[in-house]
């Protein structure tokens, strides 16, 4: 009865992708895959299948929460009755609907995709290749992004256990967890496909070879495959299609139209008119309200922040949004915070005097004294038990239960709409990143460098001249990570950096994450949550799926 119900499921959901992109449903399937016009429908249908809806849901948006959240890029501002709640502070549960709606939407196009390889045949036409390519390559994407959700790093064990690869269209095709290994292997062997079937130009908002090169590269990055990470970057910058954005635009990434971004590899293209709604249930929502749409519960985490303020002229602060309280004549109220000993913000508003700044604290004036570290400017003062606290000295923040609301905007404004946003899979920075830290591990610290400074000299941040130059105590692949950090926050690789890495995510910063009786200050990579639970709905049908610790 069981395998029953999967049966009419997976038949419900096939034809009703198949009836979504055919209306014409007196026509065989077979019939309609012997023209690019039918082949092309059918690829677009599983391009808005891996978009989702306007409401949020669907593989994109799902993907996005489930790799942005368990960060330590975020801080949520308080509890929620969303799901997300459970990824967000590992308190993972198998009844997760996001987790649910993001596994059913892979597996549907994944099916989509197995249609058009089984009946479309090669060598046809350059145009009928590109699109059975594009078919390899969004299988390829949709099993890396789920192996990673559901199954521990590659680093960690090619034999742990991974997601079912389904690799037919048949309804009875019901195929167990396959190994890790298993599915980057198919991955890879399907990315080679699509780079070889790939040959003609199209806007970032389909696959393309530079598109299966990219992903390759960061593939065999995962897998530590190094050299062939820098070979595959290497390709995609070789290929002259793509340059970085400039400094003075690199804030407004996210905001231009995608077709107008000249280092966006590969997005999912949201239009306004099809893909927006009201704007209140997608993704930058949570982010930042703008122009009255949006929660504006989750922001940039302390550690972040301290991070980016290390240069007061990196142009990637420009992604963050601080939300000051003006005064009565429209201007900033200076202050100072920081974060105490229990992970809780303090705000106190200064004063100047004598040329001095104060802040008064139970009736005593603390005065805000200054020191150069390193070439940075640090403030602090010293507390009633004659301890040095270093604090931030800014301004006043609105502020909801108690966390600033330092808005992220990297999901928001696209075309000036506030919530429109088209997820990135790939760009030109990320190129310079992998073979930075592909560099670093085969020890070749210079070229790690090299490439990381490209990133840094564009944000507008000084150099590295040299491994004598890093902080003390951090090596060359340090260096890289928190570059990448940096650079890609917020885009959904944070979570796969720091445990692909075998490395901690130290979370000990405020936010809800730390409420209750068993926070996770620091997460190891070998803890049981770092990946998420087979959903129970998927078990209930097919019993045989294992499900994880």
């Not at 479309?120 to 390829?140: K, T």
């Not at 995608?258 to 704007?279: A, L, M």
């Not at 602060?317 to 992970?343: C, E, H, R, S, T």
Request: include cysteine.
């Amino acid at each position: 009865m069981k395998k029953l119900s999967l049966l009419i499921l997976l038949s419900s959901i096939f034809v009703a992708c198949e009836l979504e992109r055919f209306p014409y449903d007196s026509v065989a399937s077979e019939e309609l895959f012997e023209n690019e016009g039918g082949l092309e429908s059918a690829t677009l249908g599983t391009y808005a299948i891996l978009k989702g809806d306007a409401d949020g849901n669907g593989f994109a948006p799902q993907l996005f929460r489930l790799s942005e959240y368990p960060g330590d890029n975020v801080s949520l501002s308080g509890n929620t009755t969303d799901p997300l709640f459970y990824s967000y502070n590992y308190q993972n549960i198998t009844t997760n609907n996001r987790s649910n709606n993001m596994w059913t939407a892979a597996y549907q196009a994944v099916v989509g995709c197995n249609k058009v390889i089984e009946l479309a045949q090669e060598g046809e036409s350059p145009e009928r290749d590109q699109l059975i390519g594009e078919n390899y390559y969004l299988r390829a994407l949709i099993y890396f992004q789920m192996v990673n959700i559901y199954g521990r790093p590659y680093s960690q064990g090619a034999e742990n256990l991974g997601v079912p690869l389904k690799l037919t269209s048949e309804i009875d095709d019901l195929p167990d967890r396959h190994t890790v290994g298993q599915v980057y292997e198919q991955i890879v062997k399907d990315l080679l496909k699509a780079e070889e079937l790939m040959t003609l130009p199209k806007t970032n908002a389909y696959a393309t070879k530079e598109a299966a090169q990219a992903l390759l590269s960061r593939v065999f990055l995962y897998m530590e495959d190094n050299q062939r990470a820098i070979d595959y970057a290497d390709k995609v910058i070789a290929s002259g299609n793509y340059s970085l954005i400039p400094n003075a635009n690199l804030a407004d990434y996210f905001k231009l139209a995608p077709e107008d971004n000249s280092e966006t590899i590969f997005c999912f293209r949201y239009q306004e008119e099809s893909d927006y709604n009201h704007g209140w249930y997608t993704v930058g929502s949570l982010f930042a309200n703008i122009k009255g749409t949006g929660w504006g519960e989750m922001y940039a985490s302390s550690t972040y922040l301290d991070l980016i303020n290390r240069h007061p002229e990196d142009a990637r602060k420009g992604f963050i949004d601080p939300q000051y309280i003006l005064d009565d004549n429209g201007d900033k109220i200076p202050a100072v915070y920081w974060v105490d000993a229990d992970y809780k913000y303090q705000f106190r508003l200064t004063f100047e005097d004598g040329g001095s700044t104060f802040f008064t604290d139970n009736n005593i004036d603390y005065e805000v004294q200054s020191e150069e570290v390193n070439g940075r400017t640090l403030h602090f003062y010293i507390n009633a038990s004659a301890e040095k606290v270093y604090v931030t000295k800014d301004y006043d923040l609105y502020k909801r239960n108690g966390f600033p609301k330092f808005y992220v905007l990297k999901t928001s404004l696209q075309e000036d709409v506030a919530q429109l946003w088209s997820p990135v899979v790939s760009r030109l920075g990320e190129m310079y990143l992998n073979k930075a830290e592909a560099y670093a591990k085969m020890g070749d610290d210079a070229l790690a460098l090299e490439n990381i400074n490209i990133i840094r000299e564009r944000a507008g941040i000084p150099a590295y001249n040299g491994v004598g130059e890093l902080p003390a105590g951090t090596t060359a692949l340090d260096a890289v990570l928190e570059e990448r950090r940096l650079e890609l926050a917020f885009e959904g690789h944070r979570k796969f950096d720091v445990f692909r890495n075998n490395r901690t995510m130290n979370r000990s910063y405020p936010g809800s994450h730390l409420n209750g009786s068993n926070p996770y200050y620091q997460v190891l990579p070998t803890d049981d949550r770092v990946i998420e639970y087979i959903p129970e709905s998927q078990i209930i049908v097919q019993p045989t799926l294992k499900q994880n610790d």
